[in-house]
């Protein structure tokens, strides 16, 4: 564990609440899907109905955005699964990490890599895509995040200051990249015809993927995690 991580994790030592009604709420703030990304998708909604002369290129923004997303979920866990292990704070006795009482977590996080933050690269990759629309509501989104989805994580000791910003900075990038004049259209034009000439099952099929990428795909990867289990037996 570098310097930076092990004083951030101290400071959460000396300083982390021993009001159980605190801890608890911290952990389920950090759990909630409505915490964790349902307000931002609902500004990428917005943004999809709101009336602009630039609508065209704002829809354009929106669908490479849900695609960036889509992409840092599976890098972020792809660089999870092939870089070395990183056992998380909570669970590793070097770190001394001080678990806030009250505070729990998922015992199946023990076996998944801490870096990088596949939650701090997903949702800053969505709040990205609004800041590219939007600079205020962006500057919030961004805002949002770091507060609402990606401290939490690193009080109840579940990701290192690192994972987080590594994470954050991939999303950021991703979103960056994907929304670029040279990229953006590849993505979205395809995508938007759809829509056009199908708007009912498009509709339908957006409104699935936008409740997966919320819920990080847990239930598809619960389904996965399950017929493997049958497989091997």
Request: glycine share 6%.
């Amino acid at each position: 564990m570098n310097g930076f991580d092990a004083s951030i994790v101290a400071l959460i030592a000396r300083h982390s609440s021993t009001s159980l009604t605190i801890n608890y709420a911290i952990g389920a703030l950090a759990g909630l899907y409505m915490a964790k990304g349902l307000i931002l998708i609902g500004a990428l909604w917005w943004i999809w109905f709101s009336r602009d002369n630039h609508k065209p290129w704002r829809r354009e923004v929106v669908i490479a955005t849900f695609a960036s997303g889509l992409v840092a979920l599976v890098l972020g866990r792809g660089l999870a699964y092939f870089l070395p292990f990183r056992l998380r704070p909570r669970f590793n006795p070097e770190s001394h990490f001080a678990i806030p009482a009250g505070a729990k977590a998922d015992e199946v996080l023990r076996t998944w890599s801490s870096f990088p933050s596949d939650h701090a690269m997903i949702w800053m990759a969505v709040a990205m895509g609004i800041f590219v629309v939007w600079k205020r509501a962006g500057i919030a989104a961004i805002a949002y995040t770091a507060v609402f989805i990606c401290l939490p994580r690193v009080y109840l000791g579940l990701h290192y200051p690192t994972d987080i910003i590594a994470g954050a900075v991939l999303g950021i990038a991703i979103t960056w990249l994907m929304t670029r004049d040279r990229i953006r259209p590849a993505i979205s034009q395809p995508v938007l015809r759809l829509f056009d000439r199908y708007p009912g099952p498009s509709g339908a099929f957006a409104f699935v993927v936008c409740f997966e990428l919320v819920s990080q795909f847990d239930e598809v990867r619960q389904i996965a995690q399950h017929l493997l289990k049958l497989h091997a037996n």
